[in-house]
Nanobody, 117 residues
Framework: VQLVESGGGLVQAGGSLTLSCAASGSTFSISVMGWYRQAPGKQRELVATITSGGGSTNYADSVKGRFTISRDNAKNTMYLQMNSLKPEDTAVYYC???????????WGQGTQVTVSS
């Protein structure tokens, strides 16, 4: 499974961005997908996750009400709609996909999001 993120960039505080994660390869094996982020000098942290059917989502408290995760299984693509962006949202955002059998976790290469104040 290969994951490719896109959609990052520079935006002013209060603005919006939509990230995309395109999956290819043995995508039928993927269950939960998610977005993580890592700011300079900090550990990578969970942003949001979504189950295979899209029926269940989970968000970090810091992004609840501002970010929305979704996936289009027909297009093998996951999205992260980010609204009301804050400077503290600045980070490299990574796409993540979990395979159950055998257990494995895939990562994308990351896309930079910079929010200016």
């Amino acid at each position: 499974v290969q994951l490719v993120e896109s959609g990052g960039g520079l935006v002013q505080a209060g603005g919006s961005l939509t990230l995309s994660c395109a999956a290819s390869g043995s995508t039928f094996s993927i269950s939960v997908m998610g977005w993580y982020r890592q700011a300079p000098g900090k550990q990578r942290e969970l942003v949001a996750t979504i189950t295979s059917g899209g029926g269940s989502t989970n968000y970090a408290d810091s992004v609840k009400g501002r970010f929305t995760i979704s996936r289009d299984n027909a297009k093998n693509t996951m999205y992260l709609q980010m609204n009301s962006l804050k400077p503290e949202d600045t980070a490299v955002y990574y796409c993540n996909a979990r395979q159950l059998l055998p257990w494995y976790v895939y990562w994308g290469q990351g896309t930079q999001v910079t929010v200016s104040s």
